[in-house]
């Protein structure tokens, strides 16, 4: 999902096509988000360690990670992916990916996820867990039919678990070079995958890769846990307009503003 520091947690029905392209919030942008897929099954053959290159700048370096098995329990896992984290922001070549890769499978080890003090009925509902720079921990819950509409993930990556429920997400690339195209211009982005999320599956962002992305809840809601690595404090989501009529029905590319 996203972190919108500040900004209220807008929701649409999730079938809801006239509002595609509706104002929810101050600000737009857009970026690239495809999301990657695995079972807990598949992210539990990668938690005998930290993969070798997760942290390792080009050319050498090695995992101090030992090989783990077992459920973890969450204060575990946070002291597990904390100190990955803080070597990951201050590395010039670390591995992002690997390092995502590595956070996953420890995340598939997770016994249980932690309770969510919600504190209230709203659509969405969002409980941090652990917010400690570079690494939080956030809990959302979204009622039937709620959604966080299309937004960006601005200096910091991401892996997103369904521990509830079911949710649809559709993710996109910017079309072009530039990532951050001005605000009052109208860009395209291209969606590259439109999977349902069930308990058991998790999906994962880079800040280069797969950044932009819609999170609709099922007809019973659902609750997600994010875990984010932030390379900068100042790291946020920002909403975009997007036409619910494709410019290019077959490349599936849409035209998009920011709000």
Same mark, same amino acid.
């Given at each position: ?34 999301? !990657?897929?695995?079972?807990? =099954?598949?992210? #539990?053959?990668? &938690? *005998? ?6 942290? +390792? $700048? @080009? ?5 101090? !990670?030992?090989?783990?098995? =077992?459920?973890? #329990?969450?204060? &575990? *896992? ?6 990955? +984290? $803080? @070597? ?16 996953? &499978? *420890? ?153």
């Amino acid at each position: 999902m996203s972190w919108f520091e500040g900004q209220p947690l807008p929701a649409l029905e999730a079938d809801d096509d006239e509002r595609a392209g509706a104002e929810v919030a101050d600000g737009v942008l857009i970026e690239r988000r495809e999301v !990657l897929f695995l079972s807990l =099954g598949a992210m #539990a053959a990668l &938690a *005998l360690g930290w993969p070798q290159r997760a942290m +390792a $700048e @080009e050319g050498g370096g090695k995992s101090d !990670l030992s090989a783990a098995e =077992g459920d973890l #329990a969450f204060d &575990a *896992l946070i002291r597990e992916a904390v100190p990955k +984290a $803080e @070597e990951l922001v201050k590395s010039e070549k670390a591995n992002e990916d690997a390092y995502l890769h590595g956070l996953a &499978a *420890l995340v598939a080890r997770l016994k249980a996820a932690p309770d969510g003090k919600f504190k209230g009925q709203n659509p969405v509902e969002a409980a941090k867990h652990y917010d400690k720079q570079p690494f939080m921990v956030v809990q959302f819950k979204l009622q039937p039919g709620a959604a966080l509409p299309w937004h960006d993930h601005r200096d910091y990556n991401g892996i997103l678990s369904c521990v509830q429920g079911e949710a649809r997400v559709k993710s996109y690339d910017i079309v072009g070079d530039n990532r951050i195209p001005p605000k009052g211009q109208t860009f395209n982005i291209q969606e590259t995958g439109d999977r349902l999320m069930k308990v058991g599956t998790m999906s994962q962002l880079t800040r280069t890769r797969d950044n932009v992305h819609d999170v609709r809840a099922g007809k019973d809601g659902a609750r997600l846990l994010d875990f984010f690595t932030f390379y900068k404090p100042s790291g946020t989501s920002v909403f975009m307009n997007v036409e619910a009529k494709p410019a290019d029905a077959e490349k599936r590319i849409y035209e998009a503003t920011w709000k």
